[in-house]
């Protein structure tokens, strides 16, 4: 059973969380009536501002009241995080990938992460 996880985790690590190969994965999978799930003509950008703050835990976005579209974090957490994410629909097909940061045991999910966001540990 971890054997299958584990060769999972180890392909995605060897693809360096390359966001192409994540595209490339996207546009494989197919819906119930076998079309595309992923439309890729559709492209839409979101601006997000994520202001630094040392008071919020690692790890957390915490969204501000008066403005949409904008989050304080702590910077480390913001460091950590990948620039580049794919965001879906209702049918969108999670690119999960956990992972058990082997210096503080927190779990995270590699395909949002560059480094543990809480201990600052590489995930290589």
Known sequence: M???KDAEIRKFLQERHD?????EKLK???NAA?????NENYHETHQVNILPDTSIAPAKFIPDPLRPNRFRAHPITIRAMRKELFMGGEDFV???C????????HEIDLQFWQ????CEASIK
């Open 19 to 23: 966001p192409q190969s994540q595209f």
């Open 94 to 96: 999670d690119l999960e």
């Open 28 to 30: 494989s999978y197919k």
């Open 115 to 118: 480094f543990c966001p809480y």
């Open 2 to 4: 971890s054997t299958n």
């Open 34 to 38: 076998n079309l595309p799930l992923f």
């Open 98 to 105: 956990l992972h058990v940061c082997a210096s503080c045991k």
